[in-house]
């Protein structure tokens, strides 16, 4: 079993629909978690992190963690075209900084 | 991507030979990795950097190995590249969670 799941998608949706992406995780070691976006042939850039459970919203963005059932969420709220792209959720360790992700979910925003 | 730079951006090698891969920083951060990542399997850590000469390996650290002589460079090298290490690779930087910044990738193909 992996230790960070995502849901695979892809996912295709109309401008102005909300998305909701969903990881689950197994190794309670994990304290910070990430979501990135990655468009193609580049490197995955940093969307959101979060170390608690409960809410954090930025702009159209809103990442959910709920550690006790080991799971966290992001939702896009009036998606547009240019959120195409693929969606990967990151733990952390603390020590060293180092990420497990998830396997990623592609999302097409169709105009 | 600011600060942060891979070289080669792609490669074509054979079978058996020796490949190395550099990642060149100029944000003075302490922490470096190399990811790689895999249609299914998200990235992956390969091997990380917390200073210079200190090392230590990831996930998938097996046919590779790394080297850290200066702040700004860290090399990956496959002592005898094989098909199964085919794959876009990553280098990340990190001083914190802010700070967690991938470089464009190089994207090797062994033939």
């Known amino acids: 079993q992996k230790e960070v799941e995502q849901d695979p998608g892809p996912l295709s949706v109309p401008e102005g629909a909300i998305v909701s992406l969903n990881c689950t995780y197994s190794?309670?070691?994990?304290?910070?978690f990430m979501w990135y976006r990655q468009y193609s042939r580049k490197g995955p850039e940093l969307l959101m992190y979060?170390?608690?459970?409960g809410n954090k919203e930025d702009g159209r963005f809103t990442a959910q963690v709920d550690k006790s059932s080991k799971y966290i969420s992001l939702f896009i709220r009036d998606s547009q075209p240019s959120d195409s792209a693929t969606y990967l959720c990151?733990?952390?360790?603390?020590?060293?900084?180092?990420?497990?992700f998830g396997q990623g979910t592609i999302l097409t925003v169709h105009p | 991507d600011a600060g942060i730079t891979q070289s080669p951006r792609h490669k074509v090698t054979e079978t058996g030979t020796p490949v190395t891969l550099r990642c060149h920083q100029t944000?003075?951060?302490?922490?470096m990795y190399w990811y790689r990542q895999d249609p299914g399997h998200g990235l992956r850590l390969i091997h990380y950097?917390?200073?210079?000469?200190?090392?230590d390996k990831g996930e998938v650290s097996d046919g590779y190995s790394v080297s850290r002589s200066k702040t700004e460079d860290f090399l990956l090298t496959l002592e005898s590249a094989t098909s199964s290490q085919t794959s876009v690779y990553f280098c990340?930087?990190?001083?914190?969670?802010?700070?967690?910044?991938f470089g464009s990738g190089t994207r090797l193909t062994v033939v």
């Open positions: 990340a930087i990190s001083e914190g969670l802010d700070g967690y910044t």
């Open positions: 190794n309670s070691a994990f304290q910070y």
């Open positions: 979060t170390y608690s459970s």
């Open positions: 990151a733990m952390m360790e603390p020590r060293y900084g180092k990420l497990t």
């Open positions: 944000e003075n951060h302490r922490y």
């Open positions: 950097s917390y200073g210079v000469k200190d090392t």
